[in-house]
T-cell receptor, first 118, second 111 residues
Framework: DQQVKQNSPSLSVQEGRISILNCDYT??????FLWYKKYPAEGPTFLIS?????DKNEDGRFTVFLNKSAKHLSLHIVPSQPGDSAVYFC?????????????????FGQGTILTVHP | DSGVTQTPKHLITATGQRVTLRCSPR?????VYWYQQSLDQGLQFLIQ???????AKGNILERFSAQQFPDLHSELNLSSLELGDSALYFC??????????FGSGTQLSVL
């Protein structure tokens, strides 16, 4: 049961243009969403996150949009740069309780390979 | 550098064998998580430890076990290995309410 889905295995974009990566989820309990970036031979690195109480979060060139009714989130990168070429993972979580916020049990999508051409 | 250290980086072994993967979390982080990334399954949560105690469990096989030691490092033990266990195993650590920081992973190849 794939609770978090990234339906596009790959995306190719020209440098300077916008990259839009999409993610859909099915579990209504998810209330915290993250994007991670992964380069070859490295572990995933955190990029940006959004809580379910918001519908947009921005950090420099990266903006994440959340549409709760559609159970959909997207990551916009503007402008795209060749160094952004990597695998992007969408992840979701919810507070598992146990005496405090615990967002470490992440459910990841399959990832989207972004290639930004110079 | 995430501050999370995993050893070894690569491990090649045979079916039926047992291996141990090691993880040292970031300084100050009490939580350690183990994830498995295989070609057909993506990144899957295996297990979480918090200050030495098991906190959450995911799709971890009974042949796999983990522990977190008093110095907070963690080990993931994989036994009776099968070809399908070949994967990239990531360790991550965090402080409460904080995002996860991942190590660079251990690539396990079972031949």
């Amino acid at each position: 049961d794939q609770q978090v889905k990234q339906n596009s295995p790959s995306l190719s974009v020209q440098e300077g243009r916008i990259s839009i990566l999409n993610c859909d989820y099915t579990n209504s309990m998810f209330d915290y969403f993250l994007w991670y970036k992964k380069y070859p031979a490295e572990g995933p690195t955190f990029l940006i996150s959004i809580s379910s109480i918001k519908d947009k979060n921005e950090d420099g060139r990266f903006t994440v949009f959340l549409n709760k009714s559609a159970k959909h989130l997207s990551l916009h990168i503007v402008p795209s740069q060749p160094g952004d070429s990597a695998v992007y993972f969408c992840a979701a979580s919810y507070d598992v309780g146990a005496g405090g916020t615990s967002y470490g049990k992440l459910t990841f999508g399959q990832g989207t390979i972004l290639t930004v051409h110079p | 550098d995430s501050g999370v250290t995993q050893t070894p980086k690569h491990l090649i072994t045979a079916t039926g064998q047992r291996v141990t993967l090691r993880c040292s979390p970031r300084s100050g982080d009490l939580s350690v998580y183990w994830y498995q990334q295989s070609l057909d399954q993506g990144l899957q949560f295996l297990i979480q430890y918090y200050n030495g105690e098991e906190r959450a469990k995911g799709n971890i096989l009974e042949r796999f076990s983990a522990q977190q030691f008093p110095d907070l490092h963690s080990e993931l033990n994989l036994s009776s290995l099968e070809l399908g266990d070949s994967a990239l195993y990531f360790c991550a650590s965090s402080s409460p309410g904080e995002k996860l920081f991942f190590g660079s992973g251990t690539q396990l190849s079972v031949l």
